[in-house]
T-cell receptor
Framework: GQQLNQSPQSMFIQEGEDVSMNCTSSSIFNTWLWYKQDPGEGPVLLIALYKAGELTSNGRLTAQFGITRKDSFLNISASIPSDVGIYFCAGRLSSLVFGKGTRLSVIA | NAGVTQTPKFRVLKTGQSMTLLCAQDMNHEYMYWYRQDPGMGLRLIHYSVGEGTTAKGEVPDGYNVSRLKKQNFLLGLESAAPSQTSVYFC?????????????FGPGTRLTVL
């Protein structure tokens, strides 16, 4: 079946630093989604990407749909304490497949 | 709009007991989903529904049953709970239309089976 490799698994960064995480797959996707999950809450959609090569921003967040359709990355600029959480990528061809998440910790 | 709601938020069961988790959405979405989330495993799809009266198996359906008698509700049942079913369960819904379809998640139910 389709699988996503999300990296890194966890990150510890200083407040103000930029963050980069990515997802790769051996399968191609038509859609890439990035979600954030706060502790004790459900995932919330951050950015949706629908075309290969698409680059989309949402505030300090920027995500790109890889040109090969097999990867995507998410960047967070100038991190703040409330960026703490687990970030999930998800790719869809016929069904939605989730990565295992990147746990982000921000040190003030 | 409340979005997607789940009840209960927490539950502790003994092995062999049964229970039903309720998911409700007020967005008139056609599709609904049940996932479980375990440490280091991400979200895994248990069952889903593409419309009222329909259900289908996901990646990890064993030990669970579902029903979608009303469009706004999706029930997840555990007939005989096992410790391996200790997890956080998330419900999601989506319109189901086209490539831009997006899933919206509920707040989760934390289940412990002793």
């Amino acid at each position: 079946g389709q699988q996503l490799n999300q990296s890194p698994q966890s990150m510890f960064i200083q407040e103000g630093e930029d963050v980069s995480m990515n997802c790769t797959s051996s399968s191609i996707f038509n859609t890439w989604l990035w979600y954030k999950q706060d502790p004790g809450e459900g995932p919330v959609l951050l950015i949706a990407l629908y075309k290969a090569g698409e680059l989309t921003s949402n505030g300090r967040l920027t995500a790109q749909f890889g040109i090969t359709r097999k990867d995507s990355f998410l960047n967070i600029s100038a991190s703040i304490p409330s960026d703490v959480g687990i970030y999930f990528c998800a790719g869809r061809l016929s069904s939605l497949v989730f990565g295992k998440g990147t746990r982000l910790s921000v040190i003030a | 709009n409340a979005g997607v709601t789940q009840t209960p938020k927490f539950r502790v069961l003994k092995t062999g007991q049964s229970m039903t988790l309720l998911c409700a959405q007020d967005m008139n979405h056609e599709y609904m989903y049940w996932y479980r989330q375990d440490p280091g495993m991400g979200l895994r799809l248990i069952h889903y529904s593409v419309g009222e009266g329909t259900t289908a198996k996901g990646e990890v359906p064993d030990g669970y049953n579902v029903s979608r008698l009303k469009k706004q509700n999706f029930l997840l049942g555990l007939e005989s709970a096992a410790p391996s079913q200790t997890s956080v369960y998330f419900c999601a819904s989506s319109s189901g239309f086209g490539n831009t379809d997006t899933q919206y998640f509920g707040p989760g139910t934390r289940l412990t089976v002793l």
